[in-house]
């Protein structure tokens, strides 16, 4: 079976996530390259709307965590959750994730930047 950056098998109530960049650090488009696969599995629900809710959910869990983190970027999270990169941030921020992340060095840099 081909490596795809997500996988989703409604029949088992799992679903997979692909996390990973290639060696120089894009994300490896049609690749599987320094991927590792974070796989979700619902099971002891014999609803299959319900199963699948579930196991949504969870992924859904699963690669706002990873953004949350720096794991992956807004458009890649949005991409694998079969959104836009707007929608995401906004569910982003539903959950209360930043969605700008610049640390506190950078800020100092910028500020640093705007004084005379």
């Not at 959750?81 to 910028?110: K, S, Y």
Request: charged share 35%; glycine share 10%.
């Amino acid at each position: 079976m081909a490596l795809r950056r997500r996988e989703e098998r409604e029949d088992e109530g799992a679903a997979c996530v692909a996390t990973g960049r290639t060696g120089d650090g894009r994300d490896p488009v049609g690749s599987h390259v320094g991927w590792k696969i974070l796989r979700v599995s619902i099971e002891g629900i014999d609803d299959a709307d319900a199963r699948r809710a579930a196991t949504d959910r969870a992924r859904e869990a699963a690669i706002l965590e990873l953004y949350r983190i720096g794991q992956i970027s807004s458009g890649r999270a949005a991409r694998d959750l079969g959104m836009g990169r707007v929608e995401f941030l906004d569910l982003a921020n539903r959950h209360q994730i930043p969605t700008i992340q610049t640390t506190a060095d950078e800020l100092e840099e910028e500020l640093a930047s705007l004084e005379p």
